[in-house]
């Protein structure tokens, strides 16, 4: 947490979408950190030690999809909640890392800042 705030890393390409995510999570009361795509929510993870939770588009371009990115973050940052969402892919919770919270596109503002609270608390 950074100043007594959860931080959220949000993963999208497509900016529309992004900049809506970015003011949802900033109106639920958590600092907002954005990436277009895995390589580059890596770099940020990488370089900082308080990312809490991981909100991530499932397609995407780049070198891997959300459900790559959310194993990848998995295995590696196992604190890291996540939060992996879509508007064309329909999964399977067991494709997704255990603990983890798919949302259908277009989602629910209300259902993402819950989960995130859920997800969040100590």
């Known amino acids: 947490m950074n100043n007594g705030k959860a931080v959220v890393l949000i993963v999208e390409d497509s900016a529309l979408i992004r900049m809506g995510a970015i003011d949802l999570v900033r109106s639920a ?11 580059e929510a890596i770099r940020i993870l990488e370089s900082r030690d308080d990312v ?4 991530t ?4 371009p780049g070198t891997m999809d959300g459900i790559k990115l959310s194993h990848y973050i998995r295995d590696r940052w196992p604190p890291v909640k996540l939060i992996v969402a879509s508007g064309a892919a329909i999964l399977a919770e067991s494709s997704l890392p255990v603990g983890s919270s798919f949302f259908l596109k277009p989602y629910d503002s209300h259902a993402i800042t819950d989960a ?4 969040l608390a100590p």
């Open 116 to 119: 995130m609270a859920r997800l």
């Open 57 to 60: 588009d499932v397609q995407m």
């Open 52 to 55: 809490d939770l991981v909100f």
């Open 29 to 39: 009361g958590y600092e907002a950190l954005e990436a277009t795509d895995a390589d």
